[in-house]
């Protein structure tokens, strides 16, 4: 069992930058890959990246790939997504979520099992 709580969301102007972080409890989370996606309003949730549970390995959809940064600090539980260069489509709501075993690195949000309460993003134009 993992629980995971997001912060960092705001409101900010397109072309600015924000930097989510997500908070593990729980099971050994060094063990577990973890992923960032987001869901607008009226859209399926969409998984934007994803770091291995090593945190040698990332993962971005290409329409985040040159602007977003995942990363990861196991000494302190923490997944971070460094957001620059923000758009309005960015606009979302953003969840952190890892998958229902250790030490499997999955690139879509369908097969993630644990999830936190998720955090506002807002780009105005």
């Known amino acids: 069992q993992v629980h995971l709580v997001e912060s960092g969301g705001g409101v900010v102007q397109a072309g600015g930058s924000l930097r989510l972080s997500c908070v593990a409890s729980?099971?050994?989370?060094?063990?577990?890959?973890t992923a960032w996606c987001r869901q607008a309003p009226g859209k399926e949730r969409e998984f934007i990246a994803a770091?291995?549970?090593?945190?040698?390995?990332?993962r971005y959809v290409d329409s985040v790939k040159g602007r977003f940064t995942i990363s990861k600090n196991s000494a302190n539980n923490t997944v971070y997504l460094q957001m620059n260069n923000l758009k309005p489509e960015d606009t979302a709501v953003y969840y952190c979520?890892?998958?229902?075993?250790?030490?499997?690195?999955?690139?879509?949000?369908?097969?993630?099992?644990?999830w936190g309460q998720g955090t506002q993003v807002t780009v105005s134009s």
């Open positions: 729980g099971d050994t989370f060094s063990n577990y890959a």
């Open positions: 770091i291995s549970w090593s945190g040698i390995s990332t």
């Open positions: 979520a890892v998958p229902p075993r250790s030490h499997v690195f999955v690139t879509s949000a369908g097969g993630y099992k644990y």
